[in-house]
């Protein structure tokens, strides 16, 4: 049987443990879980009250140098190592963001891992899952609503132009970036501009991602500004009198998931902000109850360390009071030979030569986990077009960088058992203590925290950043700063991967990786 008919076979729901099974093995009550189905369900807040006085287990977090567009595997060797370490002995819990259809039905596929390191059951967790991202759109909306009746009924201070809040929608759409709302005469609504952005973007997913419990969930949904009026004062969320109701369809959402990886470690899945506009971290409330439970605890972060490693850092780990402990950062060999300079048509070719220029980019992003004052494991994910002179080359760079170890990871090709090196590394690393620290204050004025990332995270010299933009995501609790533009809702490719997707008479869906 071939490497992909096994991952198949393996997480068929006939073959999976019952989630309730993997839960209380984990260290939770029955009474703590709600069931959705058999292979998935909900974690009580609870918990946290129950084992507040446990210590916390050690952190890493999982990043990657900058990828390329189709991604370097960084949730697959999230899971592998979590497979790897499960292997190897460890209590070790996986956190994850859930997927966005967006990118599911888009370009980049879904985001359960692949090969034979995946979270399952992954249709279900790629698709509807427990309904949370459905929560936001419907709270999101909601409130998209309210603004327009209000605007309709001459109760809004503020005039259509001046009003900053979208529509969303979990599909890539482009036609849908630009909008006129109100068409068709007076009884229908005041006609303005408006935008829809896709779920992930909105504010209130990054709101589920850092609540603490329902109490903060509604506090900040409460300060979700949705405008400006003529005196330059803000209008919120609370003023417009529909944050609670917006928290109440946001009550169940609130609650961490709970699947499993392949091999039947714990893996909680829940919100997903992008990490390009948002912080790109899954929730706050997912790591918290993940490490009261858990000896070791792996986390992602999107994108590279100058992007999702620097924001939770300076966004997650503060708000949670967290200390990560490690950094894993995914490298490949075929993304270094793209940064230096080969074109995706030649990557498959072994250039040594392209592949020493394109270390750079690894050395940097090594020298941003060491800046904040985390051990940092290299895990070189291996491709099949790799030769193993690139891959001894990749682990003699990455240590020549200062990484503390560098292993050649192959969880894609044989789960747990491909990832036990990497595993014993990355534990290794984080019994050596932490000295992880922020490098900004949160009272540092804005300008200077700009500045600091740009010169100590990007690297930048010589040029000035123009940043076009700030505007308060008050409701997360963080400013965004936009440099460039940026597109809040994606659109569909010529050739995106809903055209692979299908399903038999049998219900048996193929295409969905």
Known sequence: MSQAAKALDAFRPERLRPVMEVGKEFGLRESEMISYGPHKAKISLDVLKRLESRPDGRLVVVTAIT??????????????????????????????????????????????????????????????????????????????????????????????????????????????????????????????????????????????????????????????????????????????????????????????????????????????????????????????????????????????????????????ARYGHLKPAAALVVATVRALKSHGGVPMAKLATEDVEALKRGAENLAAHIDIVRAFGMHCVVGVNRFPTDTDRELELVTELAAQFGADAAVVNDGFGRGGEGSIELAEAVLGATKNGSNFAPLYGPDTPIREQIQTLARRVYGAGGFTLPIRNVYPSAGAGFVVALAGDIQLMPGLGKEPAYTRIDIDRNGTITGLT
């Open 67 to 316: 990828p390329t567009r189709a991604g370097e595997g960084k949730t697959t060797s999230a899971i592998s190592l979590t497979q790897g370490l499960g292997r190897i002995g460890a209590n070790v819990a996986l956190c994850l963001r859930q997927p966005s259809t967006g990118p599911l039905f888009g370009i980049k596929g879904g985001g359960t891992g692949g090969g034979m390191a995946q979270i399952v059951p992954m249709e279900e967790i790629n698709l509807h899952f427990t309904g949370d991202i459905h929560a936001v759109e419907a709270a999101h909306n909601l409130l998209a609503a309210v603004i327009d009746a209000a605007i309709f009924h001459g109760q809004l201070e503020i005039g259509p132009s001046f009003i900053t809040w979208p529509r969303t929608l979990d599909v890539n759409d482009r036609a849908l970036r630009h909008i006129v709302t109100g068409l068709g005469g007076d009884e229908h609504g005041v006609p303005r501009e408006s935008s829809f952005i896709i779920a992930a973007a909105s504010e209130i997913m990054a709101i589920l991602a850092l609540a603490s419990d329902l109490e903060d969930l509604r506090q900040r949904i409460g300060r979700i500004i949705v405008g400006q009026r003529k005196d330059g004062s803000f209008v919120t969320a609370e003023d417009l009198r529909v944050a609670g109701a917006m928290t109440v369809l946001l009550k169940e959402a609130l609650l961490p998931n709970i699947v499993q990886t392949m091999e039947g470690q714990p893996a909680l899945v829940h919100a997903g902000p992008f990490g390009n506009i948002a912080h790109g971290n899954n929730s706050l409330l997912a790591d918290q109850m993940a490490l009261k439970l858990a000896d070791v605890v792996v986390t992602e972060a999107g994108f590279g360390a100058d992007l999702g490693l620097e924001k939770f850092a300076h966004i997650v």
